[in-house]
């Protein structure tokens, strides 16, 4: 006969965090976007992008510089649901955002990633047409360093903590090895 674990069962009311948010704020909005993510996953992709746009606002209210990164994401929530003009309007927003906060290198890579996901959708016109819009601002930033893109050891594919995708071209880097997840802020450990 096996012997029952002695490991204690997980808390069902107080799932364990990796690194507990400590402000309540911060608790409600990470609960939102794990929520938001689940929808993403679950193919229900107009709850996910109210959700993303809530959080995108709220962030924006308080120039938090992760809210670029929720319109990109509420914009491909709507696009993967056909609402392709409400769509660009969001995934335009993102990217204009992030050359108001100065995020030159992540915008590169935004914005090829933003294009190809309309063009694999089908909308290349809409994907023609937000590259024509921010051409000026890509020929104007500076040439991307390859050497520290090679520098960085291999992030985990999801974030622990809220479960979005990882992307290692569009994050901040804390150091050589960490990096915070670009929407929940959670610090993610390369190896
Ligand atoms: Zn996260």
Redesign the pocket.
Known sequence: MRRRPVRPRPNRNRPTFRRPPQHPRAARALKLLRRANHMMETGHFIEASNIYLELARRAEDRSIPRSPQLYLQAGRALSLAGEIDNAVTRLRKGLQLMLDYQQGQRFQFAIQRVVQDLQRQGFENHANELEEEFSESIKELPKSQDSTQTEHPPLPPS?P??G?VVRPDELEWINSTQAY?D??G?VLEGR
């Open positions: 974030c903590d809220c979005a997840c929407y929940c959670s």
